[in-house]
């Protein structure tokens, strides 16, 4: 059964940075891709950043050049890097994590992380 368990997350004031961390249970962590997700409250959850197994990230266009995601294979741990937060990256993270190297769908989901950006 594979596992993602989230940490990181909190309560930073705007223009802070957090970073997020997803470690998973797996050894085979490295053969698949990895992503994290966001959703707000009265909103649909939406893809933030994705990495594949060599390391190609893509983002979405409201975090390009604010966050980067990364992963550590020999740690089976994935993480997101914020900056520059603003108060509507306000949501709980996801980790998830993807049955194919270079893309989704993504299958398996951690519990969350809430990151709360005040103003």
């Known amino acids: 059964q594979v596992q993602l368990v989230e940490s990181g997350g909190g309560l930073v004031q705007a223009g802070g940075s957090l970073r997020l961390s997803c470690a998973t249970s797996r050894r085979t962590f490295s053969n698949y891709a990895m992503g994290w997700f966001r959703q707000a409250p009265g909103k649909e959850r939406e893809l933030v950043a994705a990495?594949?197994?060599?390391?190609?990230?893509n983002y979405a266009d409201s975090v390009k050049g604010r966050f980067t995601i990364s992963r550590d294979n020999a740690k089976s741990t994935v993480y997101l890097e914020m900056n520059s937060l603003k108060p509507e990256d306000t949501a709980v993270y996801y980790c998830a994590r993807s049955d194919f190297p270079h893309r989704g769908p993504y299958d398996y989901w951690g519990q969350g992380t809430q990151v709360t950006v005040s103003s």
């Open positions: 990495i594949t197994t060599g390391g190609s990230t």
